[in-house]
């Protein structure tokens, strides 16, 4: 499976933008998705992950109420909306797919493919 991220950019905090993960050479619709970030000097962390068919959606406590993941599975392709971006979601963002469960969504050994990664960047 490749992934291909984008939709990364320079934007004011408060302000919006919107990731998007193109999947190609796989079945997308068995795979979980997700988002995770890294800012530099730090580990990677989790931001969001959806389930196959986008029924259930997961959330860290730091963007929850912020961002929006979804998915649409006729276009091979996962969003993650991100709105009242603060200077601290400034990031590498990367989209991953797995089939973790609903235990591991969190984790990111639990997921066999990663996209190349979009920069955010948040201004104050």
């Known amino acids: 499976v490749q992934l291909q991220a984008s939709g990364g950019g320079l934007v004011q905090a408060g302000g919006s933008l919107r990731l998007s993960c193109a999947a190609s050479g796989g079945t997308f619709s068995t795979y979980f998705m997700g988002w995770f970030r890294q800012a530099p000097g730090k580990e990677r962390e989790f931001v969001a992950a959806?389930?196959?068919?986008?029924?259930?959606?997961y959330y860290s406590d730091s963007v929850k109420g912020r961002f929006t993941i979804s998915r649409d599975n006729a276009k091979n392709t996962v969003y993650l909306q991100m709105n009242s971006l603060k200077p601290e979601d400034t990031a590498v963002y990367y989209c991953?797919?797995?089939?973790?469960?609903?235990?591991?969504?969190?984790?990111?050994?639990?997921?066999?493919?990663w996209g190349q990664g979009t920069q955010v960047t948040v201004s104050s």
């Open positions: 991953a797919a797995g089939r973790p469960g609903y235990s591991d969504y969190f984790r990111g050994p639990a997921y066999d493919y």
């Open positions: 959806i389930s196959w068919t986008g029924g259930s959606t």
